[in-house]
């Protein structure tokens, strides 16, 4: 059974980066999508973006750039960078596998990490 | 950002039927395959729904989906109390190039 799990540091300072990794066990990170999710606090999901295992990735515009998604499949792993952060970067963020079906790759997301809140504060 | 509408909540006792909406566009369900989710308290999103209607293994036919147009249906029959989530509809937008989910739905068993 594929198993996500996501690291990094739950704090980050107004301005910094944020950059989180996803460990993916039980399975290879190869011929898969592997996305990144967030949610703040008491609100609903937000798309952040993806990478297919080859290095491909698109992110959600409303993000503007401050975003970058890398693999390592030496090590099963994909991380996010998030730059120049603000309070309203606020949230859980998950990482998430994207499946593939007969029809689509990618577009929705079948295995899930348990999600690690980082709040951004000075 | 989302553009895709759900109805902040909706109830029902156990053993009843819900339906949850999910209104969209043409160049996101209009253009794209539907998914389903649903999260429990404190825990990360559960696929329930994919291609509009499928189901992946382990997830009861309890839970159904379905695509009209530029929306979406999540039905769930046999009301339980484990039931009680927020739900979550996404698909992909061809205009925006992105990802988007829902604005969620709470579902209550009364």
């Known amino acids: 059974q594929v198993q996500l799990q996501e690291s990094g540091p739950g704090l980050v300072k107004p301005s910094e980066t944020l950059s989180l990794t996803c460990t993916v066990s039980?399975?290879?990170?190869?011929?898969?999508?592997w996305t990144w999710i967030r949610q703040p606090p008491g609100k609903g999901l937000e798309y952040i973006g993806y990478?297919?295992?080859?290095?491909?990735?698109s992110h959600n515009p409303s993000l503007k750039g401050r975003v970058t998604i890398s693999v390592d499949t030496s090590k099963n792993s994909f991380s996010l960078q998030l730059t120049s952060v603000t309070a309203a970067d606020t949230a859980v963020y998950f990482c998430a596998r994207g499946g593939f079906s007969a029809y689509t790759q990618g577009h929705f997301f079948d295995h899930w990490g348990l999600g690690t809140l980082v709040s951004v504060s000075s | 950002q989302s553009v895709l509408t759900q109805p902040p909540s909706v109830s029902a006792a156990p053993g009843q039927r819900v339906i949850i909406s999910c209104s969209g566009s043409r160049s996101n369900i209009g253009d794209n395959y539907v998914s389903w989710y649903q999260q429990l308290p404190g825990t990360a999103p559960k696929l329930l729904i994919y291609?509009?209607?499928e189901r992946p293994s382990g997830i009861p036919d309890r839970f159904s989906g379905s695509r009209s147009d530029t929306s979406a249906t999540l039905g769930i029959t046999g009301l339980q109390t484990g039931d009680e989530a927020d739900y979550y509809c996404a698909t992909w937008d061809s205009r925006l190039n992105t990802a988007l989910f829902g604005t969620g739905t709470r579902v209550s068993v009364l």
């Open positions: 291609d509009n209607n």
């Open positions: 990478i297919y295992y080859s290095g491909t990735t």
């Open positions: 039980g399975g290879s990170i190869s011929n898969y999508f």
